[in-house]
């Protein structure tokens, strides 16, 4: 099993940045997959990006250009660079780790908000 922390969340204004991290408990290396979720209230955890085991980065379409994922392995750290922030990117942002294709894990979340 592995252990996931998010940090890098707060409060910014509308076209600003931030850096989201997510720190694994072990090396994450050789897990199938990892990515950022966001969810906001009274609506679905949809995805925002994932890194796959090759390297191979998806974005949802909301923040493609605007948001980059990374990972480093040395340091077991996924980052989230989001740039140009808007206010309908504010929510509650999850970091997964795929262990497989059938099991995910789950941190804690840590709260992005974006004022207008």
């Known amino acids: 099993q592995v252990q996931l922390v998010e940090s890098g969340g707060g409060l910014v204004q509308a076209g600003g940045s931030l850096r989201l991290s997510c720190v694994a408990s072990?090396?994450?290396?050789?897990?199938?997959?990892m990515g950022w979720y966001r969810q906001t209230p009274g609506k679905q955890r949809e995805l925002v990006a994932v890194v796959l085991l090759g390297g191979n980065t998806n974005y949802a379409d909301s923040v493609k250009g605007r948001f980059t994922i990374s990972k480093d392995n040395a340091r077991n750290t996924v980052y989230l660079q989001m740039n140009s922030l808007k206010p309908e990117d504010t929510a509650v942002y999850y970091c997964?780790?795929?262990?497989?294709?059938?099991?995910?894990?789950w941190g804690q979340g840590t709260q992005v908000t974006v004022s207008s």
């Open positions: 997964a780790a795929d262990i497989s294709l059938r099991s995910r894990v």
């Open positions: 072990r090396s994450i290396s050789s897990l199938y997959a």
